[in-house]
């Protein structure tokens, strides 16, 4: 299990961790979400000991993290700037990684191989920056890691080769019980792999929950009102609404159930609800139409 509890980072003055507070269930894909400087990559460098925070605890598989050398070789990352020797070829970063990982498996690595496809004797830094990922997966996975913390993990990857880590990543966690947090931008692909998400801003979590839990609490509804009512009554609780034609769409924080009951008082011709993306959710959980897409007339 990951534990972050109250930390609290500050950068001359600006605190770019805020008491922020999540968990990890062990053996579970978590997915930390959440607008351009919420926090997230501090965060990340705090749980693989890069950074040390000014307070409250950072906490892995019960220890903290901070100068524990033992636990960081259980912890593997691929962040978003990967960071490899500018001369080294990939078995160069392989030897390198293989002196810190006391689990890594050669094995592995010779498997991975053949799923690469790129050969080992080339210098990194003349590789394409999908092929450099491609190499950062490699080696990461190799080193059997019991945590494996990802930051945009497959920017730059191409849609199969995204497929075919993803693959591996949740093989690991089915097969050996990985705890895997991921921070990335592309929230359609964190639908397909999470069942944790946790929503980030101003240097604190905000809402953590199963994806499911977080689908289950809000809900869209597509609705046709009768004759004589064109606007959405001020009395329904909604997060956001449109209209195009006579169908309204109501963005509303509450399960289906509960949304069709309010708006059944109405008589309406016609309610269907429609699940919301985990795109949508982070929007209207960050602050609903603030957050949203504006129309500007340049």
Not at 63 to 86: S, T
Not at 154 to 168: E, F, I
Not at 196 to 218: F, P, T, Y
Request: proline share 4%; with cysteine; aromatic share 8%.
């Amino acid at each position: 299990m990951i534990e972050v509890n109250g930390a609290v980072k500050l950068f001359d003055g600006f605190a770019a961790l805020d008491g922020a507070t999540l968990s990890v269930p062990a053996g579970s894909v978590y997915g930390l979400v959440g607008p351009n400087g919420a926090g997230k990559s501090t965060l990340i460098r705090h749980l693989t000991g890069i950074y040390r925070q000014d307070g409250g605890s950072i906490r892995i598989g019960g220890e903290n993290v901070w100068e524990n050398a033992a636990l960081k070789a259980r912890v593997a990352a691929i962040p978003d700037d990967w960071y490899y020797f500018l001369q080294s070829t990939v078995r160069d970063m392989m030897r390198f990684y293989r002196g810190f990982y006391p689990a890594f498996s050669m094995e592995r690595y010779e498997k991975l191989k053949e799923v690469f496809a790129i050969d080992e004797k080339r210098t990194i830094r003349r590789l394409s920056k999908g092929m450099q990922k491609q190499v950062a997966f490699w080696l990461t996975l190799s080193c059997m890691p019991d945590y494996l913390i990802l930051d945009e993990p497959v920017d730059g990857l191409d849609p199969v080769m995204r497929r075919q880590v993803w693959s591996l990543v949740m093989s690991d966690v089915a097969q050996r019980g990985t705890t895997v947090l991921v921070s990335s931008h592309n929230l359609r692909e964190l639908e397909d792999v999470c069942d944790h998400v946790g929503i980030m801003d101003h240097g604190k979590v905000l809402l953590e929950r199963s994806l499911a839990q977080l689908q289950d609490n809000m809900v869209k509804l597509q609705v046709v009102f009768p004759d004589g009512v064109a606007e959405v009554p001020a009395d329904l609780p909604v997060l956001h609404t449109s209209r195009v034609g006579r169908i309204h769409t109501l963005i509303m924080r509450m399960s289906a159930e509960e949304a069709e009951a309010k708006v059944a008082a109405y008589s309406p011709l016609l309610v269907d609800a429609v699940p919301l993306t985990l795109e949508e959710i982070f929007i209207y959980e960050l602050g609903g139409a603030d957050y949203a897409v504006k129309d500007i007339v340049l």
